[in-house]
């Protein structure tokens, strides 16, 4: 079975700064996908950035990128240029290209301060 | 983009009350739909996927007779809480596939959570 952990139940930034999110999985299959998702308090989920496995360049999305290393299974997120509304408890979660189904990690709760 | 509707988006009911929780596709047809449960600061944990016209494949440990999902059409699905109890009170999350982006690989989407209280 595929797990995805993430380490750091909470972490805080200084708005304008760079925070790097950690997260880890594992899995026995070869063909997969990872994402990361921002849940405000609305509860909303919302895609932050994806990755394809068989990609070895590493996903970009504006401030957002990741840090992708498939033989330590390791995937990070990286924000640069921290802003108060990314403010948010972040997600890694892990697609299985056999099941479809996508295996969240316990979550990291991210703090911008002003 | 796609848009993936749940309601209510809050129910109360009474225990031993049995309660419907609507997942809608909206701008897209869904044959898999995926149901969450998540508790306060936690994770969402996987309950079940939703398959179009076929019975639901529950994760282990998730009781069936409990959590009843029903997948009539491409853009409903439907979970009940049955014979809910206060153990039972958490926000489910429903998710659908648009499967423009391939069958297993396009974009989740998430809905925007039920939040169930039973008292």
């Known amino acids: 079975a595929q797990t995805v952990t993430q380490s750091q139940p909470e972490m805080s930034v200084q708005e304008a700064e760079t925070v790097t999110l950690s997260c880890t999985y594992d899995t026995s299959e070869s063909d997969y996908y990872l994402f990361w998702y921002k849940q405000p308090p609305s509860r909303q989920m919302i895609l932050v950035i994806r990755?394809?496995?068989?990609?070895?360049q590493n996903a970009t999305e504006n401030r957002f990128s990741v840090n992708f290393q498939k033989a330590a299974k390791s995937f990070s997120l990286k924000i640069s240029d921290s802003q108060l509304g990314d403010a948010a408890m972040y997600f890694c979660?892990?697609?299985?290209?056999?099941?479809?189904?996508?295996?969240f990690g316990q979550g990291t709760t991210l703090q911008v301060k002003p | 983009g796609a848009v993936v509707s749940q309601h209510p988006s809050r129910v109360i009911c009474k225990s031993g009350t049995s309660v419907k929780i609507e997942c809608r596709s909206l701008?897209?047809?869904?044959?898999?739909m995926f149901w969450y449960r998540q508790f306060p600061k936690q994770s969402l944990m996987l309950m079940a996927t939703?398959?179009?016209?076929?019975?639901?494949?529950?994760e282990q440990g998730v009781e069936k007779d409990k959590f009843l999902i029903n997948h009539a059409s491409l853009t409903l699905s439907t979970l009940t809480v049955t014979s809910a109890h206060p153990e039972d009170s958490s926000f489910y999350i429903c998710s659908a596939r648009d499967p423009s982006g391939g069958p297993l690989t396009g974009e989740l989407f998430f809905g925007e959570g039920s939040r169930l209280t039973v008292l």
């Open positions: 701008d897209f047809q869904a044959t898999t």
């Open positions: 979660a892990y697609g299985s290209s056999n099941t479809g189904k996508l295996i």
């Open positions: 990755q394809e496995a068989y990609k070895q």
């Open positions: 939703s398959n179009e016209g076929s019975k639901a494949t529950y």
